[in-house]
């Protein structure tokens, strides 16, 4: 398959744009699902997934020519569009990136749409996808998140030695 062109679709707001793909995967999933094995359906969503947001992260480095972690906060706000993530931020340096997302719009949008367990697929594990894309020497570590009941997300970034 060619290339794509490059995406333009986060101008949309990432918040409308995850519900927009909920809304046409969450059905197709359940089709697939009623001919094959769900969790194998769902492994095979999730695998593509962390393809595209590793792609993503790596366009994103090449649009902004700068792949440090103090780049990649800066755009945070994309994600945040909306009011989409309440995000208190509690250590930014050039090696280290540490937050919590306090409050995630996208885990009240899956659990409306009736889909909580396809929420982590869809959003949550593009992370450690998209920053691997975008520089393959910053790691995340994240221990809870909103989307699996936990008081907050724990985001810590830091540039490997």
Same mark, same amino acid.
């Given at each position: 398959?060619?290339?794509?062109?490059?995406?333009?679709?986060?101008?949309?707001?990432?918040?409308?744009?995850?519900?927009?793909?909920?809304?046409?995967?969450?059905?197709?999933?359940?089709?697939?699902?009623?001919?094959?094995? %769900?969790?194998? /359906? /769902?492994?095979?969503?999730?695998?593509?997934?962390?393809? /595209?947001?590793?792609?993503?992260?790596?366009?994103?480095?090449?649009?902004?020519?700068?792949?440090?972690?103090?780049?990649?906060?800066?755009?945070?706000?994309?994600?945040?569009?909306?009011?989409?993530?309440?995000?208190?931020?509690?250590?930014?340096?050039?090696?280290?990136?540490?937050?919590? /997302?306090? %409050?995630?719009?996208?885990?009240?949008?899956? %659990?409306?749409?009736?889909?909580?367990?396809?929420?982590?697929?869809?959003?949550?594990?593009?992370?450690?996808?998209?920053?691997?894309?975008?520089?393959?020497?910053?790691?995340?570590?994240?221990?809870?998140?909103?989307?699996?009941g936990a008081a907050y997300c724990d985001f810590r970034y830091r540039v %490997?030695?």
């Amino acid at each position: 398959m060619p290339p794509l062109p490059p995406d333009t679709l986060n101008n949309i707001g990432v918040l409308k744009r995850r519900e927009i793909e909920a809304r046409i995967l969450a059905p197709f999933v359940d089709a697939l699902a009623s001919e094959f094995d %769900r969790d194998r /359906v /769902v492994a095979i969503l999730r695998d593509t997934i962390i393809r /595209v947001a590793q792609t993503q992260g790596a366009e994103l480095a090449r649009q902004l020519g700068d792949d440090s972690l103090s780049a990649f906060g800066d755009i945070l706000p994309a994600w945040s569009k909306d009011d989409a993530l309440q995000i208190e931020v509690l250590d930014q340096t050039p090696d280290r990136f540490a937050f919590n /997302v306090t %409050r995630c719009r996208y885990a009240e949008l899956y %659990r409306a749409l009736g889909i909580p367990e396809l929420g982590a697929v869809l959003s949550c594990n593009r992370d450690y996808s998209l920053i691997e894309g975008f520089n393959p020497d910053i790691e995340l570590t994240r221990t809870q998140t909103l989307m699996q009941g936990a008081a907050y997300c724990d985001f810590r970034y830091r540039v %490997r030695e």
